[in-house]
T-cell receptor, first 113, second 110 residues
Framework: DGGITQSPKYLFRKEGQNVTLSCEQN?????MYWYRQDPGQGLRLIYY???????QKGDIAEGYSVSREKKESFPLTVTSAQKNPTAFYLC????????????FGPGTRLLVL | SQKIEQNSEALNIQEGKTATLTCNYT??????LQWYRQDPGRGPVFLLL?????KEKRKERLKVTFDTTLKQSLFHITASQPADSATYLC?????????FGKGTKLSVKP
């Protein structure tokens, strides 16, 4: 099956801890994105990458970091600098650089202990 | 600043009726507009894309209109079914940017 996978489904973070969310796609898409979704809020863009080894900050990049070493993988690290990390994190990909139709993964819910 | 609004947080309708969801925007000139469906605890799923030079687009029981003068899109689900119950997101795109609305939660009662 082609698609986007995210792991884990739930993730718990302790104070001062960095955690990494996984995102893998086998759709051969060039572009990948990370969004954050809070209750009653629209999706907000954290980071995006249009090609391997290149990525750009989105609207709320502070406290997050990413890497894009392989076309199919785009992990997101939530650092200790992110003071309010509790949210639903969504990874997406799209086949072209124009960022039109996006295909989303199932999401990871991050909770703070 | 750019602003996108979906008319209501929640919409309740009876099975068989047509559901109409509204997406309004200001301070933006999108090249295209999309609608996504999101079920609880899951990622959004793409439904339809309509471009700025298109007035209407249909897919099965779904219809989307796009009025760039009114800065508004209407999303219709005809002959609605309980299985259509979900949150529907509007998204505007232009020059590589995509902005999402907060969504409208649709509940279709049998």
């Amino acid at each position: 099956d082609g698609g986007i996978t995210q792991s884990p489904k739930y993730l718990f973070r302790k104070e001062g801890q960095n955690v990494t969310l996984s995102c893998e796609q086998n759709l051969n898409h060039d572009a990948m994105y990370w969004y954050r979704q809070d209750p009653g809020q629209g999706l907000r863009l954290i980071y995006y990458s249009q090609i391997v080894n290149d990525f750009q900050k989105g609207d709320i990049a502070e406290g997050y970091s990413v890497s894009r070493e392989k076309k199919e993988s785009f992990p997101l690290t939530v650092t200790s600098a992110q003071k309010n990390p509790t949210a639903f994190y969504l990874c997406a990909s799209s086949p072209g650089q124009k960022r039109e139709t996006q295909y989303f993964g199932p999401g990871t819910r991050l909770l703070v202990l | 600043s750019q602003k996108i609004e979906q008319n209501s947080e929640a919409l309740n309708i009876q099975e068989g009726k047509t559901a109409t969801l509204t997406c309004n925007y200001t301070n933006y000139s999108p090249a295209y507009l999309q609608w996504y469906r999101q079920d609880p605890g899951r990622g959004p799923v793409f439904l339809l894309l309509i471009r700025e030079n298109e007035k209407e687009k249909r897919k099965e029981r779904l219809k989307v209109t796009f009025d760039t003068t009114l800065k508004q899109s209407l999303f219709h689900i005809t002959a609605s079914q309980p299985a259509d119950s979900a949150t529907y997101l509007c998204a505007l795109g232009s020059q590589g940017n995509l902005i999402f609305g907060k969504g409208t939660k649709l509940s279709v009662k049998p």
